[in-house]
């Protein structure tokens, strides 16, 4: 069985995270995709783990192959905990990129066997952040282009 880990802080959960989750899943990648919520030492979520866990299973009940996981400690020690071969990453610009390239190389020389894989971010989805969305939102502007209807709806109710 063929395993693929798509690490994020998903705080919130955005339609650039979603198109990847939906890309992965059409390509058969993977036999299963395990979204692992983590949480970042450089940020401050505005969601709870809890809060995040709730909105992702709610917007990827539809996807058969996808689970909803916490991860701790190291990313490959966890993807080598569920038995994954592939790391998924998104990339939406240059600064991702050099970011996730850095990652992939430690993740190697900690992991060799275990791959990660970018997928380039659909070009409506290049601008969307997580901390766009809360910010406009936060601010009483419209992020229904950048975030699923029910993340916009629980964000209104947070703020």
Do not use: W
């Not at 992965?24 to 983590?38: E, H, T, W």
């Not at 450089?42 to 809060?51: Q, T």
């Not at 709610?58 to 400690?73: A, Y």
């Not at 790391?87 to 060799?112: K, T």
């Amino acid at each position: 069985m063929r395993i693929a880990i798509y690490p994020g802080t998903f705080d919130p959960l955005t339609n650039g995270h979603l198109d990847i989750i939906e890309r992965v899943c059409k390509l058969g990648i993977s036999d299963r995709l395990i979204i692992a919520v983590r949480e970042n030492l450089r940020k401050s979520p505005l969601l709870s783990l809890v809060e995040r866990l709730a909105l992702i299973y709610k917007l990827t009940s539809d996807f058969d192959q996808v689970e909803v996981d916490i991860c701790t400690g190291l990313l490959v020690e966890y993807a080598r905990s569920k038995y994954a071969s592939m790391i998924i990453r998104g990339l939406r610009n240059g600064m991702d990129f050099n970011y996730e390239m850095e990652m992939a190389v430690i993740n190697q020389s900690l992991a060799p066997d275990i791959e990660t894989l970018f997928i380039p971010s659909k070009a409506e989805n290049i601008y969307v952040s997580s901390s766009a969305v809360k910010e406009i939102t936060k601010l009483g502007g419209s992020a229904g282009s950048m975030a699923p209807a029910a993340v916009i709806e629980y964000l209104k109710t947070k703020l």
